[in-house]
C-alpha cells in the first residue's frame, strides 16, 4: 500500500514539475508567434464621439462580468480588460445612450475580434458615434471599421 502512495506522489510531483517547465517556457517564447490557444490579455476603449454637448452612458457586461452602468463625457474614454476564452465565445455587450436614444452593440465578439482576425485586436478602440460604433483599424490607423447598432 507504501509504494501506491509512493507512486501517486510521485505522479503528481512530475505534473507539477511539467506545467511549470511549460508556464516558465512560456513565459520566456515571447517571440515565438502565438498559438490558437493563447489567450492574451484584451482592453476594449470606448470612446464618446457624438460631439459637444452629448453625454455617453453605457452598460457594459458578459455572460461572467457586468461593469455597472457609468457615463462618459464627450470626447472621454472608458475602458475594460479582461482574458478572452481560450475555447472560444467570448462576448461583451453594451447598452448605449444618449439624449432620447438608445443602442446595443456587442463591443467585443471572439469571432470577430479575436488577436488575428482581419480586424482583430489585443487593444480594440472604438468610437461611438451616432450612426454606430466604429473601430480603429491598425492598418490604416483610423476609425474605418464601421458596425450598424444591433437590432
Keep these: 500500500m507504501g509504494s501506491l502512495l509512493e507512486l501517486a506522489a510521485l505522479l503528481i510531483i512530475?505534473?507539477?514539475?511539467?506545467?511549470?517547465?511549460l508556464i516558465c517556457g512560456a513565459q520566456n517564447a515571447r517571440r515565438v508567434p502565438t498559438t490558437g490557444f493563447d489567450n492574451p490579455r484584451t482592453t476594449v476603449f470606448i470612446h464618446n464621439d457624438l460631439g459637444?454637448?452629448?453625454l455617453l452612458w453605457h452598460h457594459c457586461k458578459s455572460k461572467n462580468d457586468d461593469f455597472g452602468v457609468s457615463t462618459i463625457p464627450p470626447n472621454g474614454t472608458w475602458s475594460f480588460d479582461f482574458k478572452p476564452s481560450i475555447f472560444g465565445g467570448t462576448l461583451f455587450f453594451c447598452s448605449f445612450g444618449w439624449e432620447h436614444e438608445m443602442h446595443y452593440f456587442d463591443i467585443y465578439k471572439q469571432s470577430r475580434d479575436r488577436e488575428f482576425a482581419k480586424f482583430g485586436c489585443t487593444n480594440c478602440h472604438?468610437?461611438?458615434?451616432?450612426?454606430?460604433?466604429?473601430?480603429?483599424?491598425?492598418?490604416t490607423n483610423m476609425y474605418d471599421v464601421c458596425h450598424p447598432w444591433n437590432s
Design 52 to 54: 459637444c454637448p452629448s
Design 14 to 21: 512530475t505534473t507539477m514539475c511539467v506545467n511549470v517547465v
Design 126 to 139: 472604438w468610437k461611438i458615434q451616432k450612426n454606430g460604433p466604429c473601430k480603429l483599424n491598425k492598418d
